[in-house]
């Protein structure tokens, strides 16, 4: 491990006060490259973080460039990302990946080109061509020997393939948007259960009363309905196993938190803007730092590998952050057998045999998904990714050359999806928040169900994105979101009712509004903060309880008083969350939901389990009793769980030793895996703290933050970021696990803007050149 990388959180600020070098240090390695398609000479100069500080004579050089050192990094990433969106997994893989690619190519975008490029900005295409020529630079070098190939095309005798522009907007399927899984769900728990329990499976905000569609009956979706929409949106899996709908009947782990100070709270006198996306985990991650720096256009920031320029980050003059907002972008359409749809037929072409032909309907509300042939009823995909300008992330094109909060609005109203809480500052010191997407106007319902086809449910429309509500400069001096339910009282068109507890957004409001001056430093620390206000509120209730069993009288005594500190190292921490994520839920079910009803509701999150417990209207005649045992009786289960996992000796369980963070490639290449895995780790949080840290069934990190990034608003130089595990996904690179160390323990690295900083920070530079 380098030595420079090993620092703590406050040390990285000193980075800003060092002398600015003009001159390659000479540890600083270098080569050259001719490339095609080049306009005129450039530079990469890779920092000691693995991040991309490219220089070009233009905006499409630009792109060019970093199209080239996106597919140095992650070529294999890119390469699956776009042959699983498109559909051409088989032509790779062999036939055992036709049915994805079908799934793949339902949720294709398959309207006008045209339309679909004149929705984003200008020059967007041209941009676009130019990264996506830097890709197939790189390819071509591969094929010439000049590269060396990423050990997964070997293991695999597979191919990258060529890029064209149209690819990078086509594909759909990752587009986050919702809430399709949970209209299933919601149908399911209703066939044969009470609608007055769905609070229990999940709250909604504001509490609104379920009201069945006329004309639905929720038992007629099927059990498999989704199988096609979970293969088609699903990572490539490449252990044969069969992909399941997960979580269905709990909240997602996905989430993000972000907040701006403006600078009269600032302890630096300019905004500060901080953004930690949270998404499932993987190696390597989902996004890609760069810096672009031409003479029609500036970017630093991340942005997701295969897309050119960044999601959020700064453009020198602006900055901007983004975490979901609840926008219900998706219905499921119900048709009855009189429904005309329309058939496709496309050749897929398949590894080592003939290509096989699959026939791909649609209705006119979308893709059918699946058909039952007993009813003769088939489900279709409605969804606003369906519009021109739907490409996920793709209009943050619009923010590339924006200078002023009138130029950000604009921006936001072409937002599309996912619909995102965008957040903003700029140089004059205004800071704002402006959520975006795409919003469907219904024609009657709600978005919580299922709905008939017809002209009864249809969609009217997409709403007026000037409609939607806007914060800039509030009184308050600063503004965060943290998915949680944000849209002012009264406001009067429907966006959403599925938000995300408000658990992060609480505590992260806790600590802005506890300092006067907020400095950089604050903002990291909150990043990285592991306290919980729901745990804190979870173990509120336990107060005056007596316990009845050893279990639980040992259970009471660890957590009551207990401040909710999520620590990797603390006791309480374990048995909260085992408490708290799997054995609340379950012990709600069986005291409020009738046995026959239990199959299809699924285990709820202790978030909505809390809520009713406290409410207590849906407790019965005696709800201080049915509260006792709900609490008690799980708090006791998890006990002997805890035991059974960590010891008897409760003093020696630490949270982190079940709640490690460890990274495998979805690829096994034996005798070559043990260079390839990250970790393991261990860390502290959950889903309930700003540091978010979801888990999957054995308690291992499966989501969270992987990139975090405070910027210095006009003093750039003092940003600081983190990528975890690493900027490459290459294992013989020296940043393809460099970043995980830091990650785990809190810890940033310069996020530098200006050329003598970016000198100062090289390791490596790419001198290149245009073939003539």
């Given at each position: 491990m380098k030595s420079w990388m090993m620092r703590p959180i406050l040390l990285t600020l000193l980075f800003a006060g060092?002398?600015?070098?003009?001159?390659?240090a000479p540890s600083v390695t270098q080569e050259s490259r001719n490339l095609p398609g080049l306009s005129q000479a450039g530079e990469i100069i890779i920092d000691r973080a693995g991040i991309p500080h490219i220089y070009a004579a233009t905006a499409r050089d630009g792109f060019y460039l970093q199209g080239y050192a996106v597919a140095r990094d992650r070529l294999w990433q890119i390469d699956l990302w776009r042959k699983r969106g498109l559909g051409r997994l088989a032509?790779?893989?062999?036939?055992?990946?036709?049915?994805?690619?079908?799934?793949?190519?339902?949720?294709l975008y398959r309207g006008d080109m045209a339309a679909e490029w004149k929705a984003y900005p200008a020059d967007a295409k041209d941009w676009t061509e130019g990264f996506v020529a830097g890709i197939n630079a790189f390819i071509e070098e591969t094929e010439r020997g000049q590269q060396k190939l990423p050990l997964e095309f070997v293991a695999t005798g597979t191919k990258p393939e060529r890029w064209q522009a149209d690819d990078v907007v086509r594909i759909r399927s990752n587009a986050l948007a919702s809430n399709l899984t949970s209209e299933v769900a919601r149908a399911r728990a209703l066939c044969g259960g009470d609608v007055k329990l769905e609070p229990l499976r999940r709250r909604l905000e504001?509490?609104?009363?379920?009201?069945?569609?006329?004309?639905?009956?929720?038992?007629?979706?099927?059990?498999?309905?989704?199988?096609?929409?979970?293969l088609g949106t699903s990572d490539v899996k490449f252990d044969g196993k069969v992909l399941v709908m997960a979580s269905r009947d709990t909240e997602s782990q996905e989430g993000s938190n972000n907040w701006v100070i403006g600078p009269e709270r600032s302890a630096t006198g300019r905004p500060i803007l901080a953004n930690d996306p949270h998404r499932a985990q993987s190696?390597?991650?989902?996004?890609?730092?760069?810096?672009?720096?031409?003479?029609?256009?500036?970017?630093?920031?991340?942005?997701?590998?295969?897309?050119?320029?960044?999601?959020?980050?700064?453009?020198?003059?602006?900055?901007?952050?983004?975490?979901?907002?609840?926008?219900?972008?998706?219905?499921?359409?119900v048709n009855d057998a009189k429904v005309t749809l329309r058939e496709v037929r496309e050749p897929i072409e398949v590894k080592g045999q003939a290509p096989q032909e699959v026939a791909l309907k649609f209705s006119a509300d979308g893709p059918i998904l699946y058909e039952d042939p007993a009813t003769q009823r088939s489900f279709a995909l409605r969804t606003t990714w369906s519009q021109p300008g739907g490409s996920a992330y793709f209009n943050a094109a619009w923010a590339f050359q924006a200078r002023t909060w009138d130029d950000f609005l604009v921006a936001r109203n072409h937002w599309g999806a996912p619909p995102l809480n965008l957040l903003y500052a700029d140089r004059k010191g205004d800071i704002g928040w402006a959520p975006g997407g795409f919003v469907p106007k219904r024609n009657a319902g709600d978005g919580l169900l299922p709905v008939p086809a017809g002209?009864?449910?249809?969609?009217?429309?997409?709403?007026?994105?000037?409609?939607?509500?806007?914060?800039?400069?509030?009184?308050?001096?600063?503004?965060?979101?943290?998915?949680?339910?944000?849209?002012?009282?009264?406001?009067?068109?429907?966006l959403a009712l599925e938000w995300a507890d408000a658990s992060r957004a609480a505590r992260i409001q806790e600590v802005i509004r506890a300092k006067p001056k907020f400095a950089i430093t604050d903002a990291m620390a909150l990043q990285n903060d592991v306290t919980s206000p729901f745990a804190r509120r979870t173990v509120g209730m336990l107060k005056d309880f007596r316990g009845r069993s050893p279990a639980e009288v040992s259970a009471l005594s660890l957590l009551i008083g207990w401040d909710g500190y999520l620590g990797s190292e603390s006791a309480s921490a374990a048995l909260f969350e085992i408490w708290a994520g799997r054995y609340l839920g379950e012990s709600a079910v069986k005291h409020l939901v009738p046995e026959a009803s239990r199959a299809n509701f699924g285990r709820p999150p202790a978030t909505s389990v809390i809520?009713?417990?406290?409410?207590?209207?849906?407790?019965?005649?005696?709800?201080?009793?049915?509260?006792?045992?709900?609490?008690?009786?799980?708090?006791?289960?998890?006990?002997?769980?805890?035991?059974?996992?960590?010891?008897?000796?409760?003093?020696?369980?630490?949270?982190?030793?079940?709640?490690?963070?460890?990274?495998?490639p979805a690829l096994s290449i034996p005798g070559r895996d043990s260079e390839r895995y990250v970790g393991p780790l261990p860390i502290g949080g959950g889903n309930s703290t700003p540091n978010a840290t979801s888990w999957t069934g054995d308690y291992k990190f499966a989501a969270g933050p992987s990139v975090r990034l405070v910027m210095d608003v006009g003093a750039w130089d003092n940003s600081v970021v983190i990528n975890n595990p690493g900027q490459s996904g290459d294992p013989t690179s020296p940043h393809y696990r460099d970043l995980f160390p830091l990650w785990a323990s809190g810890s940033y690295v310069p996020f530098v803007w200006t050329r003598a900083r970016v000198m100062q920070e090289a390791e490596h530079v790419i001198k290149v050149m245009p073939v003539r």
């Open positions: 060092q002398a600015q070098a003009q001159t390659l032509a790779s893989f062999g036939p055992s990946y036709v049915t994805q690619d079908r799934a793949a190519r339902l949720l504001p509490a609104t009363p379920v009201t069945i569609p006329k004309g639905l009956d929720p038992c007629s979706i099927p059990q498999n309905v989704l199988d096609t929409f979970t190696i390597p991650n989902l996004r890609y730092l760069s810096h672009i720096d031409t003479p029609e256009l500036k970017l630093a920031g991340a942005g997701e590998p295969a897309l050119p320029g960044i999601s959020f980050g700064h453009n020198g003059e602006i900055a901007w952050a983004l975490t979901i907002f609840a926008i219900d972008q998706q219905d499921l359409v002209e009864t449910y249809r969609w009217t429309g997409l709403l007026d994105p000037a409609l939607m509500p806007i914060k800039h400069n509030p009184k308050e001096g600063w503004i965060a979101t943290a998915n949680e339910m944000n849209v002012p009282e009264g406001y009067p068109h429907l809520h009713v417990l406290e409410q207590g209207t849906l407790l019965g005649a005696d709800p201080a009793k049915v509260r006792s045992d709900i609490l008690l009786e799980s708090l006791g289960a998890a006990w002997a769980e805890a035991e059974r996992l960590m010891g008897p000796n409760a003093r020696q369980w630490r949270w982190g030793t079940l709640h490690i963070a460890e990274f495998k």
